[in-house]
């Protein structure tokens, strides 16, 4: 095995894409979310306190985590591109972010879903 072929820092620093669903059809759509690495420097104090805060609900001292949910996968989000509202493209801000997924929780599921599978961030094409 060469030493090489085990690094996955360049890879991870690109970010992964991530092709979404429509979530009332099920079927693929042209709107792609491109997401950080959960490993990155940006995204590793934002899981901490995630997992603590998911830790104080386990053991009710907390409410839900679904705000956190949100948080964390807008934070995940590097930024988008296909997405339109009355045929203008949507630019990403994190406000807009916040919005879409606040009203669409499944694809602030696929979000979740896809930032916690490493094998996304192992290859430039696009998965699900």
Same mark, same amino acid.
């Given at each position: ?17 991530? =092709? ?5 059809? @099920? ?19 934002? =899981? ?33 591109? @296909?997405?339109?509202?009355? @045929? ?21 599921? =696929?979000?979740?879903?896809?930032? @916690? ?12």
């Amino acid at each position: 095995m060469e030493l090489n072929e085990l690094a996955t820092r360049e890879k991870h620093e690109a970010g992964a894409e991530m =092709q979404v669903v429509n979530p009332n059809t @099920g079927e693929k759509t042209d709107f792609f979310i491109m997401l950080y690495v959960p490993d990155c420097d940006h995204m590793t104090a934002l =899981q901490k306190d995630h997992e603590r805060h998911s830790m104080e609900v386990m053991f009710g001292n907390k409410e839900d985590t679904r705000e956190l949910d949100i948080e964390k996968a807008v934070a995940a989000i590097k930024s988008w591109h @296909g997405l339109t509202e009355g @045929g203008s493209e949507v630019k990403f801000t994190k406000r807009k972010a916040e919005k879409l997924l606040s009203e669409s929780p499944p694809i602030k599921k =696929q979000i979740l879903n896809f930032f @916690g599978n490493r094998v996304n961030f192992n290859s430039t094409a696009s998965k699900n």
